[in-house]
C-alpha cells in the first residue's frame, strides 16, 4: 500500500470505492456525514482542506483523511478518516492519523481536534487510543457529540 497526497482528480476513484464499500458516506469512521460520495463532493472536500492524504493499494483507495486548520491556524479539525471495511485492523487508519499528525506539526499546528457522535464507542475508542482527550460536547443535528483533541506531535 502506498500513502501519498490526495488530488482532485482522485475523487471517482474514491467515490467508487466507497459506494463498493456500500457506505453512504466517506466520513462514517468518525461519524461525521459531511459528505455525500459523489466525485464533486469528494472534489470539493479534497480541494478545500489543507490536508488531504490518501491510501492506495492495488485495487484502489483503502483509505482517506482529511484535515483543515482554523483561522488562526494553531487548532484543526479532521474532517474526514475513512478506511474501506475490507481494510479495517491493518493500521490504515493508524498510518493515516499519524501522516496528518507529522503534516500538522510541521506547520505549527498545536492541536487536532475531531467529533464523536453518542453513537459511535468505537470511534471514542479508537481517538482515546490515539492519545486524544475529551474536550467537551457540542451540538449538531444528530445530537451531542464529544469533542475530543490531541497534540498532532504525538500522532506520528
Same mark, same amino acid.
Given at each position: *500500500?502506498?500513502?501519498?497526497?490526495?488530488?482532485?482528480?482522485?475523487?471517482?476513484?474514491?467515490?467508487?470505492? $466507497?459506494?463498493?464499500?456500500?457506505? %453512504?458516506? @466517506?466520513?462514517?469512521?468518525?461519524?461525521?456525514? =459531511?459528505?455525500?460520495?459523489?466525485?464533486?463532493?469528494?472534489? %470539493?472536500?479534497?480541494?478545500?482542506? %489543507?490536508?488531504?492524504?490518501? *491510501?492506495?493499494?492495488?485495487?484502489?483507495? $483503502?483509505? =482517506?483523511?482529511?484535515? +483543515?486548520?482554523?483561522?488562526?491556524?494553531?487548532?484543526?479539525?479532521?474532517?474526514? =478518516?475513512?478506511? +474501506?471495511?475490507?481494510? #479495517?485492523?491493518?493500521?490504515?487508519?493508524?498510518?493515516?492519523?499519524?501522516? @496528518?499528525?507529522?503534516?500538522?506539526?510541521?506547520?505549527?499546528?498545536?492541536?487536532?481536534?475531531?467529533? $464523536?457522535?453518542?453513537?459511535?464507542?468505537? #470511534?471514542?475508542?479508537?481517538?482515546?487510543? +490515539?492519545?486524544?482527550?475529551?474536550?467537551?460536547?457540542?451540538?449538531?443535528?444528530?445530537?451531542?457529540?464529544?469533542?475530543?483533541?490531541?497534540?498532532?506531535?504525538?500522532?506520528?
Amino acid at each position: *500500500m502506498k500513502l501519498r497526497a490526495a488530488r482532485p482528480d482522485d475523487a471517482e476513484t474514491l467515490r467508487t470505492a $466507497v459506494s463498493r464499500a456500500r457506505e %453512504e458516506t @466517506v466520513f462514517d469512521d468518525i461519524g461525521a456525514p =459531511l459528505l455525500d460520495v459523489s466525485a464533486a463532493g469528494v472534489r %470539493e472536500a479534497a480541494a478545500e482542506a %489543507e490536508w488531504s492524504f490518501l *491510501m492506495d493499494s492495488d485495487e484502489g483507495p $483503502v483509505g =482517506l483523511a482529511i484535515a +483543515h486548520p482554523d483561522l488562526d491556524g494553531t487548532e484543526a479539525e479532521l474532517l474526514a =478518516l475513512w478506511v +474501506h471495511p475490507n481494510r #479495517a485492523g491493518e493500521g490504515v487508519a493508524d498510518e493515516l492519523l499519524a501522516r @496528518v499528525g507529522n503534516a500538522l506539526a510541521d506547520r505549527g499546528v498545536e492541536t487536532l481536534r475531531a467529533t $464523536v457522535p453518542p453513537d459511535r464507542p468505537s #470511534a471514542e475508542e479508537f481517538f482515546s487510543a +490515539h492519545g486524544f482527550a475529551r474536550r467537551g460536547t457540542r451540538r449538531s443535528p444528530a445530537g451531542d457529540e464529544s469533542v475530543v483533541v490531541a497534540d498532532p506531535r504525538a500522532l506520528a
